[in-house]
Protein backbone atom coordinates (compact mmCIF):
# COMPACT_ATOMS: atom_id res chain seq x y z
CA UNK A 1 0.00 0.00 0.00
CA UNK A 2 0.88 3.62 -0.68
CA UNK A 3 2.52 6.45 1.75
CA UNK A 4 -0.80 7.58 2.28
CA UNK A 5 -2.28 4.93 4.39
CA UNK A 6 0.38 5.42 7.14
CA UNK A 7 -1.38 8.41 8.14
CA UNK A 8 -5.36 7.23 7.59
CA UNK A 9 -8.11 8.53 9.54
CA UNK A 10 -10.35 4.74 10.23
CA UNK A 11 -13.39 5.33 10.98
CA UNK A 12 -15.02 1.91 12.32
CA UNK A 13 -18.99 2.42 12.04
CA UNK A 14 -21.93 0.34 11.13
CA UNK A 15 -24.16 2.84 9.66
CA UNK A 16 -23.20 3.57 6.31
CA UNK A 17 -24.64 6.86 6.28
CA UNK A 18 -22.19 7.62 9.25
CA UNK A 19 -19.43 6.62 7.90
CA UNK A 20 -19.82 8.31 4.53
CA UNK A 21 -20.24 11.21 6.27
CA UNK A 22 -17.64 11.17 8.53
CA UNK A 23 -15.20 10.34 5.84
CA UNK A 24 -15.93 13.04 4.01
CA UNK A 25 -15.91 15.49 6.84
CA UNK A 26 -12.20 14.62 7.10
CA UNK A 27 -11.33 14.15 3.07
CA UNK A 28 -12.83 17.80 2.84
CA UNK A 29 -10.64 18.94 5.39
CA UNK A 30 -7.43 16.99 3.81
CA UNK A 31 -7.17 14.03 5.57
CA UNK A 32 -6.89 10.24 4.01
CA UNK A 33 -9.84 8.46 5.31
CA UNK A 34 -10.02 4.34 5.24
CA UNK A 35 -13.78 3.56 6.81
CA UNK A 36 -14.79 -0.18 8.16
CA UNK A 37 -17.97 -1.54 9.05
CA UNK A 38 -16.98 -3.53 12.51
CA UNK A 39 -14.38 -3.51 15.00
CA UNK A 40 -13.39 -6.92 13.76
CA UNK A 41 -12.85 -6.07 10.30
CA UNK A 42 -10.52 -3.30 11.50
CA UNK A 43 -8.74 -5.11 13.58
CA UNK A 44 -7.52 -7.21 10.70
CA UNK A 45 -6.32 -4.42 9.01
CA UNK A 46 -4.06 -2.74 11.16
CA UNK A 47 -3.10 -6.38 12.74
CA UNK A 48 -1.92 -7.40 8.95
CA UNK A 49 0.04 -4.08 8.44
CA UNK A 50 -2.70 -2.74 5.75
CA UNK A 51 -3.27 0.37 7.44
CA UNK A 52 -1.47 2.51 9.88
CA UNK A 53 -3.88 4.79 11.30
CA UNK A 54 -2.58 8.06 13.03
CA UNK A 55 -6.20 8.07 14.97
CA UNK A 56 -9.38 5.96 15.33
CA UNK A 57 -13.01 7.37 15.22
CA UNK A 58 -15.15 4.44 16.57
CA UNK A 59 -18.63 3.41 17.17
CA UNK A 60 -19.67 1.33 20.27
CA UNK A 61 -23.05 -0.24 19.16
CA UNK A 62 -21.63 -2.22 16.19
CA UNK A 63 -22.40 -6.00 15.15
CA UNK A 64 -19.71 -8.92 15.26
CA UNK A 65 -17.42 -6.66 17.44
CA UNK A 66 -18.11 -3.77 19.71
CA UNK A 67 -16.68 -0.62 20.08
CA UNK A 68 -15.59 -1.84 23.58
CA UNK A 69 -14.56 -4.96 22.48
CA UNK A 70 -11.96 -3.44 20.12
CA UNK A 71 -10.88 -1.52 22.38
CA UNK A 72 -10.26 -4.47 25.02
CA UNK A 73 -7.96 -5.76 21.81
CA UNK A 74 -6.45 -2.72 20.69
CA UNK A 75 -4.62 -2.87 24.00
CA UNK A 76 -3.38 -6.41 24.10
CA UNK A 77 -1.99 -5.74 20.21
CA UNK A 78 1.68 -4.87 19.80
CA UNK A 79 2.88 -1.63 22.01
CA UNK A 80 2.33 0.07 18.91
CA UNK A 81 -1.18 -0.59 17.65
CA UNK A 82 -1.99 0.08 21.34
CA UNK A 83 -0.80 3.24 21.55
CA UNK A 84 -2.84 4.56 18.60
CA UNK A 85 -5.67 7.40 19.68
CA UNK A 86 -8.95 5.84 19.78
CA UNK A 87 -11.64 8.56 19.81
CA UNK A 88 -15.03 7.40 20.50
CA UNK A 89 -18.42 9.19 18.76
CA UNK A 90 -21.23 7.07 20.44
CA UNK A 91 -25.34 7.70 20.98
CA UNK A 92 -25.15 6.06 24.44
CA UNK A 93 -23.50 8.42 27.51
CA UNK A 94 -23.11 5.16 29.80
CA UNK A 95 -21.07 3.58 27.38
CA UNK A 96 -19.01 6.63 26.67
CA UNK A 97 -18.08 6.75 29.88
CA UNK A 98 -16.79 3.42 30.04
CA UNK A 99 -14.95 3.79 26.33
CA UNK A 100 -13.26 6.55 28.79
CA UNK A 101 -12.43 4.09 31.77
CA UNK A 102 -11.15 1.43 28.98
CA UNK A 103 -8.15 3.37 27.33
CA UNK A 104 -9.85 5.14 24.97
CA UNK A 105 -8.02 9.16 24.02
CA UNK A 106 -11.64 10.99 24.20
CA UNK A 107 -15.30 10.75 23.92
CA UNK A 108 -17.80 12.55 22.08
CA UNK A 109 -21.82 12.17 21.85
CA UNK A 110 -23.80 11.79 18.67
CA UNK A 111 -24.37 13.89 16.39
CA UNK A 112 -20.46 15.25 17.42
CA UNK A 113 -19.96 19.13 16.38
CA UNK A 114 -18.02 18.81 13.26
CA UNK A 115 -14.84 21.56 14.56
CA UNK A 116 -14.79 20.03 17.79
CA UNK A 117 -14.32 16.55 16.05
CA UNK A 118 -11.46 18.21 13.59
CA UNK A 119 -9.83 19.21 16.34
CA UNK A 120 -9.26 16.14 18.24
CA UNK A 121 -8.66 14.40 14.75
CA UNK A 122 -5.86 17.11 14.26
CA UNK A 123 -4.50 16.71 17.49
CA UNK A 124 -2.99 13.65 16.14
CA UNK A 125 -3.33 13.74 12.75
CA UNK A 126 -2.45 16.67 10.49
CA UNK A 127 -4.16 17.14 7.41
CA UNK A 128 -1.98 16.90 4.13
CA UNK A 129 -0.96 20.00 2.43
CA UNK A 130 -2.94 20.53 -0.28
Known amino acids: ?3 SHRHSVVVVEDSQDTRESLAL ?8 VVTVSDGREALALIRAGHIRPCVILLDLIMPN ?8 DLQLASPEQARIPVIVVTGHDGFRKEALAGGCTAALLKPAKPAELLQLVEN ?6 A
Do not use: I, V
Not at 65 to 72: C, I, S
Not at 124 to 129: E, L, Q, V
Open 1 to 3: MGD
Open 25 to 32: LLELNGHH
Open 65 to 72: MDGLAFLR
Open 124 to 129: HCPPRA
